[in-house]
């Protein structure tokens, strides 16, 4: 039987619809919800994680998160101009670091800077040193790349119309090229922010103090303390929300308006 | 040429001077021997072909191509003595090209004040002083706090020829700088560069532009396929050429019935 465009349109939007419902019926049919009701929305015996995953944890995974994130993006920003160089060695150099750690799993790498290098040379490390050095060096993998691809979106007249009024290279980088590309990467480096902040759950890997304890080991600790199930998980993970969501929006605010001013 | 009466200081004009020029891309001879003077304050128009290398000549004397061999000297400056202080000496060479390569994060005023403040060393309000004369000069005087793509192509191809002439060059470059312009403004462009060169300013163009070449061009030097085929005054190379290549050519951009492809 023929149908119309608009015949059609309608029937697969019942189709879906009708997809959706049957779906939801068959989960709250297939869930026992009186278990689910203790061990996971069982907000009545959380009280004793706050005011400390807030005034504690959260404040510490903007802090690790902001530690990673400023070696990340200096760390980030030498290796895409190694990667960008003429001198086959530096090209080389940082093509085997950023392959190596986009590599290997992040836990690998707390791993290694938490116990293996102060086993190995015989150094204490502070916690935020750790996070510091193993959460940025994976995270300027990630922001070489995103900052190189930024540096090379620059058309080539603005370099060259920058050395042609007597700029030298590096004075045409920092003055012309550097600031458009940073335009260019602001979205997906909002995104690198993301990503960071999620990773530095991994920190559960290395013994911390309570002073030191992030929104993942406060949901960790609360289930093994609280009896309210997996319910303090999905406390932290609402926290993590409060923090990427709004990096998300912002990522996009950027999106909308670098699109905006596109020639 | 007399230098005009104007309200600008008479320009300290240099000369070009290639001998032997040879540039290749690969095993791809692009340019095969091109000697050319430019006498300090003499126009030279460069016509041909696409693809019969002029572009790569213009952007040879201000070394944005590196010569495989020949000679370039410009005013006290040899181009391609390899210990030539190449910022220095495109200090002294102003380059306009097809696509402006204005800088678009920078606003019209800041576009010509940077490079003189950031390799100048002038004061900012040395620096602006400058600009504004020269906006002036090129009739947006009252453009500098505008954006680049707040402007028309002709508007932005006049700051670019403003930001060229604040560095104060004693040569100025043109790489076919209306080819890329709505045809009602091509007309502010070429009146601006022919005032210029009424005011004595050295200047070696590419153009397509053969009334701007008849008018104002010195000397005609029209190249093929990587050699200087015919040169001499404007009304003997444009109006009674002597070469076949070059009558063929001629042929084909003055008629305008004549639809050419490549374009
Ligand atoms: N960067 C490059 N790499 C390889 N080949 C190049 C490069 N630049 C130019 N060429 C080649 O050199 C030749 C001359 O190019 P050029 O741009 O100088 O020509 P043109 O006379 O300016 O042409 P048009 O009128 O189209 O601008 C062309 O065959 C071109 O393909
Ligand atoms: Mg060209």
Same mark, same amino acid.
């Given at each position: 039987?023929?149908?119309?465009?608009? @015949?059609?349109?309608?029937? +697969?939007?019942?189709?879906?619809?009708?997809?959706?419902?049957?779906?939801?019926?068959?989960?709250?049919?297939?869930?026992?919800?009186?278990?689910?009701?203790?061990?996971?929305?069982?907000?009545?015996?959380?009280?004793?994680?706050?005011?400390?995953?807030?005034?504690?944890?959260?404040?510490?995974?903007?802090?690790?998160?902001?530690?990673?994130?400023?070696?990340?993006?200096?760390?980030?920003?030498?290796? $895409?101009?190694?990667?960008?160089?003429?001198?086959?060695?530096?090209?080389?150099?940082?093509? &085997?670091?950023?392959?190596?750690?986009? &590599?290997?799993?992040?836990?690998?790498?707390?791993?290694?800077?938490?116990? &293996?290098?102060?086993?190995?040379?015989?150094?204490?490390?502070?916690?935020?040193?750790?996070?510091?050095?193993?959460?940025?060096?994976? $995270?300027?993998?990630?922001?070489?790349?995103?900052?190189?691809?930024?540096?090379?979106?620059?058309?080539?007249? @603005?370099?060259?119309?920058?050395?042609?009024?007597?700029?030298?290279?590096?004075?045409?980088?920092?003055?012309?090229?550097?600031? @458009? $590309?940073?335009?260019?990467?602001?979205?997906?480096?909002?995104?690198?922010?993301?990503?960071?902040?999620?990773?530095?759950?991994?920190?559960?890997?290395?013994?911390?103090? $309570?002073? @030191?304890?992030?929104?993942?080991?406060?949901?960790?600790?609360?289930?093994?303390?609280? &009896?309210?199930?997996?319910?303090?998980?999905?406390?932290?993970?609402?926290?993590?929300?409060?923090?990427?969501?709004?990096? +998300?929006?912002?990522?996009?605010?950027?999106?909308?308006?670098?699109?905006?001013?596109?020639? | 040429?007399?230098?005009?009466?104007?309200?600008?200081?008479?320009?300290?004009?240099?000369? /070009?001077?290639?001998?032997?020029?040879?540039?290749?891309?690969?095993?791809?001879?692009?340019?095969?021997?091109?000697? *050319? !003077?430019?006498?300090?304050?003499?126009?030279?128009?460069?016509?041909?072909?696409?693809?019969?290398?002029?572009?790569?000549?213009?952007?040879?004397?201000?070394?944005?191509?590196?010569?495989?061999?020949?000679?370039?000297?410009?005013?006290?400056?040899?181009?391609?003595?390899?210990?030539?202080?190449?910022?220095?000496?495109?200090?002294? /060479?102003?380059? /306009?090209?097809?696509?402006?390569?204005?800088?678009?994060? *920078?606003?019209?005023?800041?576009?010509?004040?940077?490079?003189?403040?950031?390799?100048?060393?002038?004061?900012?309000?040395?620096?602006?002083?400058?600009?504004?004369?020269?906006?002036?000069?090129?009739?947006?005087?009252?453009?500098?706090?505008?954006?680049?793509?707040? *402007?028309?192509?002709?508007? %932005?191809?006049? /700051?670019?020829?403003?930001?060229?002439?604040?560095?104060?060059?004693?040569?100025?470059?043109?790489?076919?700088?209306?080819?890329?312009?709505?045809?009602? !403004?091509?007309?502010?462009?070429?009146?601006?560069?022919?005032?210029?060169? %009424?005011?004595?300013?050295?200047?070696?163009?590419?153009?397509?532009?053969?009334?701007?070449?008849?008018?104002?061009?010195?000397?005609?030097?029209?190249?093929?396929?990587?050699?200087?085929?015919?040169?001499?005054?404007?009304?003997?190379?444009?109006?009674?050429?002597? %070469?076949?290549?070059?009558?063929?050519?001629?042929?084909?951009?003055?008629?305008?019935?004549?639809?050419?492809?490549?374009?």
């Amino acid at each position: 039987m023929a149908m119309t465009a608009r @015949q059609r349109a309608k029937v +697969s939007l019942y189709v879906q619809a009708g997809i959706f419902v049957v779906a939801v019926a068959a989960v709250i049919i297939a869930v026992d919800w009186k278990t689910v009701g203790n061990s996971v929305f069982n907000f009545a015996k959380i009280g004793p994680m706050f005011p400390d995953i807030f005034l504690v944890g959260l404040k510490n995974t903007l802090i690790y998160t902001a530690l990673g994130f400023i070696v990340g993006l200096s760390g980030g920003l030498l290796l $895409a101009l190694m990667k960008l160089s003429s001198f086959p060695l530096y090209r080389w150099l940082a093509t &085997g670091y950023i392959e190596f750690f986009r &590599g290997v799993p992040a836990l690998l790498v707390f791993i290694a800077f938490g116990y &293996g290098v102060p086993l190995a040379f015989g150094v204490q490390w502070d916690v935020f040193v750790i996070v510091m050095i193993s959460l940025g060096m994976v $995270a300027a993998a990630y922001i070489a790349e995103t900052l190189r691809a930024g540096l090379q979106a620059v058309p080539k007249g @603005q370099m060259e119309a920058a050395r042609s009024l007597g700029m030298p290279h590096w004075r045409a980088m920092v003055s012309i090229v550097i600031p @458009q $590309a940073f335009k260019i990467v602001l979205p997906p480096l909002t995104n690198e922010v993301i990503l960071l902040t999620k990773d530095s759950s991994l920190i559960y890997v290395l013994g911390l103090t $309570a002073s @030191q304890f992030e929104l993942t080991k406060f949901g960790r600790d609360g289930i093994s303390s609280l &009896g309210a199930g997996l319910t303090p998980l999905l406390v932290a993970g609402a926290f993590y929300l409060v923090i990427t969501i709004p990096l +998300s929006l912002l990522a996009r605010k950027f999106e909308s308006r670098s699109a905006r001013t596109k020639r | 040429m007399n230098n005009s009466t104007g309200s600008t200081a008479a320009v300290r004009a240099a000369g /070009v001077n290639i001998k032997d020029l040879r540039k290749s891309y690969g095993s791809n001879e692009v340019l095969k021997g091109i000697s *050319l !003077t430019v006498e300090p304050g003499q126009v030279v128009c460069l016509i041909g072909p696409s693809g019969s290398g002029k572009s790569t000549l213009l952007r040879c004397v201000n070394l944005l191509e590196q010569p495989n061999a020949g000679t370039i000297n410009v005013g006290s400056f040899e181009a391609t003595d390899p210990d030539v202080d190449l910022n220095k000496m495109r200090q002294s /060479v102003g380059m /306009v090209f097809q696509h402006f390569n204005l800088f678009p994060h *920078l606003s019209v005023l800041e576009n010509c004040t940077i490079s003189q403040t950031k390799v100048l060393k002038r004061s900012k309000s040395e620096a602006s002083d400058v600009a504004r004369r020269n906006l002036e000069r090129v009739g947006l005087g009252h453009f500098a706090d505008r954006f680049p793509d707040q *402007l028309s192509g002709g508007q %932005q191809q006049r /700051v670019a020829i403003a930001r060229a002439l604040s560095m104060d060059p004693q040569l100025m470059l043109f790489d076919e700088p209306t080819s890329a312009l709505d045809p009602e !403004t091509v007309g502010d462009v070429l009146a601006v560069m022919r005032k210029l060169a %009424q005011e004595g300013m050295t200047m070696l163009v590419v153009t397509h532009e053969m009334g701007f070449a008849r008018e104002v061009a010195d000397r005609v030097v029209f190249m093929d396929a990587g050699v200087v085929v015919e040169e001499g005054p404007a009304e003997n190379v444009i109006s009674a050429p002597t %070469q076949p290549r070059t009558k063929e050519f001629l042929r084909r951009v003055l008629d305008p019935t004549h639809i050419d492809v490549a374009d």
